[in-house]
Structure formats: structure tokens, C-alpha cells
């Protein structure tokens, strides 16, 4: 399988790949972080990315790397004083770094992520040492344009122990001129001593309106009802990447689906639930994927609901909040939904791992819910 052809494990399905994002959206505060720090001279030589999953930590990374290869470092006043500092990371998609790094030939990047694997032909499960490891072909190289070299990493969390620690090194002795971009879902996976050698962009979920205007960015069909748009953002949790995949996989309906299943509990439509359970064994696994998801969601804002003493707003369906309000009226109710959670949680994990029937995982799920809505 030719490269070109090769699963992306840093792309949303559906969606363009952060190299390809010109605009990141809403997320105004970490981009000027690190122009500040840029312009004060004193640029860290490693930086950890943080924040939930789809919020546009890659796309910033690509952003960084455009910048940083594209902009000269600064200079001493000459014969017409010093160019004024740059008040944007924005680089023009005109600019000749901009057109290489799309292309995929900037020789001062290095990109790492998932490697393939040619014997099993699929994507490894994690970034393993050998990945790491050949940056230190990359860094012995002559960096371009003024030696600046910029590495991305998404997502450091996939790093394998040995890994990790091959990194760490890099990190210890930092190469001259080498910016490293780390992005990570879950930092508190990484190593400590990692942690503590990188300076933290820290970016944060978008509201519906902005989700929007990502959405379409990404050339992503966004609902027009605003009612819809806002279920979307709820369940999406602020993420433009969970939208997409919310969107494509038809996330809303199974969530609908869910909700409409549960509204009768303590008494269950068991017929109905076959049905559902019969259905979600017969589609991908990318949307089994999503469903134990959505349900898991769906326990989250119970035991949310009676922890706050209100239902989770804005609701996700029209019946949701008085459903959540009569199954989670109390403190005590919402800690048997998140002791719930975690159980239906170990379960399907478990089931998954061993390829039980999806309609029985599904089912068992049900009936669990069931049981402690009584």
C-alpha cells in the first residue's frame, strides 16, 4: 500500500486533514499565547497541546509549523530599522512554505503519528520507539530557511513507554532550533518528567455558534434548526471532531432513539428493545462505536442530573429533561447511575475484546438500566 493510500490516524473521517484547515476558529487565547511568546524571544522548545478530542489542537500544531517555518527569526535593526513583529499566525496558503507542507514535502517538518504496519496491514495500536527514532535522521539533517525545524506529534498520548522515553531524551537535550508540538487528549497519560519540559497550550470546547461556522468550514452539512444545532453541540461536548462523526453516523437519531427507548422505565417496550439491539448488531462498527458511546453519555447526564438538581441544558431531545428529571431526582440516584456507568463500561469493554454478540451487549445494557431505573 503506497503511502498516499494509507489509513490517516490523525484524520477524521469525513473530514479534511488539519494540514488542510486554514482558519482555526475560537480558540483565540492559546494562539496568542505563543505569539507572545514568539515575539519575546524566549520561544519554549517544547509544546504540549491540551484539550478535549476535535477542538482543534492538530489544526493549531499545522498552524505553529506554517508559522514558525515561514517567519524569519528576528534581526537587528538594519539601514530601514527592524520589520514589526507579527501580529498573527496566519500564513498566506499562497506563501511557499504553506504550498509545501500541504504537499507533504517541507523538509524542516517532521510528522509522527501511528505508524502502518506492512505485516498486518493495518494501523499500530500505538506509536512505537521506531517512529520516535527516526527523528534523529530528520534533526542530523541541515534545517532550511535560516535552520529553524519544527516536529508535531499527534497524539503524544499513543506513545508506547519506549517510546515516550526515547522522546524524553530529545526533550533533555533539546535540538537548536527545533520547535516540538506534542498534542495530547489526556496529559495526565504522559509521563511527568514530559510534561514538565513542555509549555502547555491549553485549548477549550466551542460554543454552538462557533461549532457552526467550523462545521462549514470543513464543508460538514451542519443542522439549520437551531434546536437541532445546539442538541448537536451539546452531545458533541463543544468538539468539532465528535460533531463530524456525530453528523456522518446519524448521531442525533440514535441518541433520539435512545432516550425514546429509556422514556418509559421503570416499565421497558422489551419488543422495541430487541429491535434496537437487533438493528445496532447489523450496522458498522463505527456506529456500534458511537452507540455505546451515546449510551454511555446518556448515564453521564443522569448522574449529572441529580448531582446539579436540574437536567443538563440545553436538552439533547425534547423529552430528554423530564425523563433525566424523574430517573436522577436526587444525589443518591446519581451516584447509582455513574456506579452504573462504570460497570456497563467494564462490560462492554470486555465484550468487545472478546467478540461477544453486539445485540447481547446491547440488551444487557438495557436491562441493567432497567434495573437500577426500578
Known amino acids: 500500500m503506497s503511502s498516499a493510500d494509507q489509513p490517516q490516524p490523525d484524520q477524521i473521517e469525513g473530514a479534511p486533514h488539519p494540514r488542510e484547515t486554514r482558519q482555526l476558529l475560537g480558540q483565540n487565547a492559546a494562539q496568542g499565547a505563543f505569539l507572545d511568546a514568539f515575539r519575546s524571544g524566549r520561544l519554549h522548545h517544547g509544546w504540549l497541546i491540551t484539550g478535549p478530542k476535535g477542538v482543534g489542537k492538530a489544526t493549531l500544531a499545522w498552524q505553529i509549523a506554517r508559522f514558525l517555518l515561514a517567519t524569519p527569526p528576528a534581526q537587528d ?15 498566506s496558503p499562497d506563501h511557499p512554505v504553506a504550498r509545501r507542507i500541504l504537499a507533504q514535502s517541507e523538509p524542516g517538518l517532521f510528522h509522527i503519528t501511528r505508524s502502518y504496519n506492512d505485516k498486518t496491514k493495518k494501523l499500530r495500536d500505538q506509536i512505537v520507539a521506531d517512529d520516535v527514532r527516526r527523528l534523529n535522521g530528520f534533526l542530523q539533517m541541515s534545517a532550511a530557511d535560516g535552520g529553524r525545524r519544527v516536529v508535531i506529534i ?4 499513543e506513545m508506547n ?3 515516550a522515553n526515547a522522546l524524553l531524551k530529545m526533550l533533555e537535550e533539546p535540538p537548536a532550533r527545533t520547535t516540538l508540538l506534542l498534542i495530547s487528549h489526556q496529559p495526565s497519560r504522559l509521563l511527568p518528567t514530559i510534561r514538565s519540559r513542555c509549555r502547555e497550550l491549553r485549548l477549550h470546547t466551542l460554543p454552538p455558534q462557533v461549532m457552526a461556522q467550523a462545521l462549514d468550514q470543513a464543508q460538514i452539512t451542519a443542522p439549520t434548526d437551531p434546536g437541532a444545532l445546539a442538541a448537536l453541540a451539546a452531545l458533541a461536548a463543544g468538539s468539532v471532531g465528535e460533531a463530524i462523526r456525530l453528523i456522518n453516523l446519524d448521531g442525533l437519531a440514535i441518541y433520539a432513539e435512545l432516550v425514546a427507548l429509556y422514556d418509559g422505565l421503570p416499565r421497558l417496550d422489551r419488543a422495541r428493545a430487541v429491535q434496537f439491539a437487533n438493528a445496532a448488531a447489523g450496522a458498522s462498527a463505527a456506529r456500534q462505536d458511537l452507540l455505546f458511546h451515546l449510551n454511555d453519555l446518556f448515564l453521564a447526564r443522569l448522574a449529572r442530573c441529580g448531582a446539579l438538581g436540574q437536567p443538563p441544558s ?13 430517573l436522577a431526582p ?3 440516584k446519581a451516584r447509582a447511575w455513574a456506579e452504573l456507568a462504570q460497570q456497563i463500561n467494564a462490560r462492554i469493554t470486555h465484550g468487545r475484546a472478546v467478540n461477544l454478540d453486539p445485540a447481547s451487549l446491547v440488551l444487557d445494557t438495557v436491562f441493567r438500566i432497567q434495573k437500577t431505573a426500578t
Open 77 to 91: 535593526d538594519g539601514l530601514f530599522g527592524a520589520p514589526p513583529p507579527p501580529d498573527s499566525l496566519d500564513i
Open 154 to 157: 499527534d497524539s503524544a498520548d
Open 161 to 163: 513507554t519506549q517510546a
Open 314 to 326: 440545553p436538552a439533547a431531545t425534547d423529552t430528554e429533561a423530564r425523563l433525566m428529571a424523574r
Open 330 to 332: 436526587n444525589a443518591q
